[in-house]
């Protein structure tokens, strides 16, 4: 079966831009979850989705924010790019909340 | 919070055994995940423990004590294909969706 699918893989943007990343979860996995790793700080979660509805959001500043949609597809946004955006954007999928998460291949976004 | 420890490295030698500490404080507990990561690959899945004890899978293993909040994963067999990044991670809460990765451990397999 089909894995996660995160579009692009890479993506070079400038400072102040913004990005929107995108993530198509295994089918029937309804639960999609975003990481950014960094060699610095790991992985680091974001937030994290299920039926649409956002039910966990991590540490991270409100210029980055998602959404789900009706087939469990999620997107990411990430406003006024800074030069510390510079990372791997993980995405997750599980079929519920008990099961293991598998990732994507990710998006490597570079900010210039 | 959460506060997820394991080394920084090891190096072991092809057929040999090596085991990966993983020491955590959460705020709740519900689960502990091992993932291998290869440079520029995506973290695969290899183990998830909820209660006490020892899971096997082949060649690699993974433990659990919820009394010391410690975990290892265990691989046996040491071969090359092993060196990557093994990423230990805690979900808190059952109603807490997100996972607490710790920052990695680079295993490197020597012939």
């Known amino acids: 079966k089909a894995g996660v699918t995160q579009t692009p893989r890479y993506l070079i943007k400038t400072r102040g831009q913004q990005v929107t990343l995108s993530c198509s979860p295994i089918s029937g996995h309804r639960s999609v979850s975003w990481y950014q790793q960094t060699p610095g700080q790991g992985l680091q979660f974001l937030f994290e989705y299920f039926s649409e509805t956002q039910r966990n959001k991590g540490n991270f500043p409100g210029r980055f924010s998602g959404r789900q949609f009706s087939n469990s597809r999620s997107e990411m946004n990430v406003s006024t790019l800074e030069l510390g955006d510079s990372a791997l954007y993980l995405c997750a999928s599980s079929l519920s909340s008990g099961d293991g998460y598998t990732f994507g291949s990710g998006t490597r976004l570079t900010v210039v | 919070g959460q506060n997820i420890d394991q080394p920084t490295e090891m190096t072991a030698t092809e057929g040999a055994i090596v085991q990966i500490n993983c020491t955590y404080q959460t705020s709740g507990f519900n689960g502990l995940f091992w993932y291998q990561q290869h440079a520029g690959e995506a973290p695969t899945f290899l183990s998830y423990?909820?209660?006490?004890g020892l899971e096997e899978k082949g060649r690699f293993s993974s433990f659990l004590s919820r009394s010391k909040g410690y975990s290892y994963l265990l691989l046996k067999e040491l071969q090359m294909k092993d060196s990557a990044s093994y990423l230990c991670?805690?979900?808190?809460?059952?109603?807490?969706?997100?996972?607490?990765f710790g920052a990695g451990t680079t295993v490197t397999v020597r012939a």
């Open positions: 423990n909820v209660l006490d």
């Open positions: 991670a805690a979900r808190g809460s059952a109603n807490d969706y997100k996972l607490s």
